[in-house]
Each structure stands twice: as structure tokens, then as C-alpha cells.
């Protein structure tokens, strides 16, 4: 499969940053992690990062103190999912999308850990790449997943944006049941 570069940007998405405080201490997996933005993100807060991509120069870029890094291709139709239940105090998706991660994802979450997830919705072919209905998701399809789960939603948003880029996005953040956010100030409006 060939690989379709992704524009570099080292600005941590606002999404990721808004709600990466509320990651419980612990490893957190940075999935299709590109350059390494979000694991950098992470890393500096204090959290083991597993930061994972098919890209070998993508991951040399997000190598760092406190990321260790794993070529894995995602989509490969031999792959296994190669983490234990349980393992990961939160794990960070963005600008990434394979349905069949879903519930593996999920499963990988320990108790109280929270998902951080953003990508393109349908829509987004108005503004360009990915414009393949198959890398889009469907109205709400992020909040059904997170439901059908038994993930605990924290905040959810389905629609335009115009920074960076203009483009339709989902974003949620959502829980596995254990999760306590009391130590954790969360501005939400």
C-alpha cells in the first residue's frame, strides 16, 4: 500500500491538549503518531509514551526522552492487534481512521483510561484530503462507538473547523468505566 504523506505540523491539536490533563498516570499509546507532536505532548506531561506508525522516518522524527516508538502497519490484512488488555492509561488517535481499531482500542484502555480521539468526518471532501467516504466518518459514528463500547463520554463535537485547515472533524474524549476526574480541572465552555 502506498503511503500518502501528511502535512508535518508540530502544533499539538487543541482537542489533545484540552484534554490530555485528564490522562490518568501511566503509558499512554500514541496510534499512527506521524511525527511525533502528540507524543512530545505527552511525554513532556509526564507520561511513558508508546508512540506507533507504520512510517519508519515518521517514527525516527518522534523518537524521543520518555517515547519509545514500534513500526507497526495497522491496516495490513495479517495484522494482530499486539497489546494486552488493559495496558495503556490512555491512548491519542488524530487524523487516523481504521473501524475494525475500534474495539481493540477500547479494550487496551485500563480502567479509568481515557481515549482521545479526532479525525475527518463525511463532509470533509469539501476541503480536501481525505476526501474516500471509507476515511470519513459518519454523523455521530465516534459517540455510537464510544457507546457500544461502554465508554463513559467526557465531551464529543462533530463538525467544521477552520484552524488548522478547514475540514469536518469528529472529536471525543471518553472514558473506561473507573475513571475520576477529581483531580483533574476540566474547562469545558
Known amino acids: 500500500m502506498a503511503m ?3 502535512p508535518a505540523t508540530d502544533s499539538v ?9 485528564l490522562l490518568p498516570a501511566g503509558e ?3 496510534l499512527a503518531c506521524g511525527g511525533g507532536r502528540h ?3 505527552l511525554a513532556a506531561l509526564g507520561h511513558p509514551v508508546l508512540a506507533v506508525d507504520r512510517d519508519p522516518q515518521a517514527l525516527a522524527l ?10 507497526l502497519d495497522l491496516e495490513d490484512p495479517g495484522f494482530a492487534w499486539p497489546f494486552e488488555a488493559a495496558r495503556f492509561a ?32 463525511l463532509g470533509n471532501e469539501a476541503y480536501g484530503k481525505p476526501s474516500n467516504p471509507a ?7 465516534l459517540l455510537a462507538q464510544a457507546a457500544s463500547l461502554g465508554l463513559r463520554v467526557i465531551a464529543f463535537e462533530d463538525g467544521y473547523v477552520s484552524q488548522p485547515k478547514p475540514a469536518m472533524l469528529q472529536r471525543l474524549c ?3 468505566p473507573g475513571f475520576t476526574p477529581e483531580n483533574a480541572i476540566l474547562d469545558l465552555f
Open 4 to 6: 500518502t504523506p501528511h
Open 90 to 121: 490512555g491512548i491519542v488517535v488524530t487524523n487516523y481512521l481504521h473501524r475494525p481499531l475500534f474495539a481493540p482500542l477500547a479494550a487496551s484502555l485500563a480502567p479509568g483510561g481515557v481515549l482521545i480521539y479526532e479525525t475527518f468526518a
Open 62 to 71: 518522534a523518537a524521543g526522552q520518555g517515547i519509545a516508538t514500534r513500526q
Open 174 to 176: 471518553a472514558a473506561r
Open 13 to 21: 491539536s487543541p482537542w489533545v491538549r484540552r484534554f490530555a490533563r
Open 39 to 41: 507524543a512530545r505532548h
Open 28 to 30: 499512554v499509546l500514541d
Open 135 to 141: 476515511f470519513l466518518l459518519a454523523r455521530g459514528e
